[in-house]
């Protein structure tokens, strides 16, 4: 139930011309104390991929299939939904979006957990500006 309310609130302020700054803050802290609770992910590692230092950890990589399935951007099969990625990404970045949807569609691993770090890895590659890990 808390990941359908989630995906809501992110869908309706996605949509949302007018998201306040604070709202999308207190939101990704939303869905990061989530993912947290559920993985217990090294802070530590987590703080080094969102400067684009990703480490080969089994928890970090769960994390980050975590955030995506709370997201909706990803299934639990680790399929990507990149419809549903561009729609929640804010106007100000599309463009930059779109390369990396069009530059990391096709992400594969072993398991959803790995589709999700080789995603993350390839989304820094691709537009380190705009990147952001929650």
């Avoid at 995906?7 to 604070?22: H, P, Y």
């Avoid at 989530?34 to 969102?50: M, S, V, W, Y």
């Amino acid at each position: 139930m808390l990941k359908q309310i989630l995906v809501a609130l992110l869908a309706a302020f996605a949509l949302a011309s007018t998201v306040q700054a604070d709202e999308l803050e207190d939101m990704k802290k939303m869905l990061h104390e989530t993912c947290q609770k559920e993985i217990k992910a090294d802070e530590g590692l987590i703080g080094r991929a969102q400067k684009g230092d990703f480490v080969e950890d089994p928890k970090l990589k769960d994390y980050m299939k975590c955030v995506f399935t709370q997201l909706a951007v990803m299934n639990e099969a680790g399929e990507m939904d990149y419809d549903m990625m561009m729609s929640m990404m804010p106007d100000e970045i599309k463009v930059q979006g779109q390369k990396v949807v069009a530059d990391c569609r096709g992400t594969t691993g072993e398991t959803p957990g790995d589709v999700a770090m080789n995603f993350n890895k390839c989304f820094f590659k691709s537009q380190p500006s705009i990147y952001f890990l929650i």
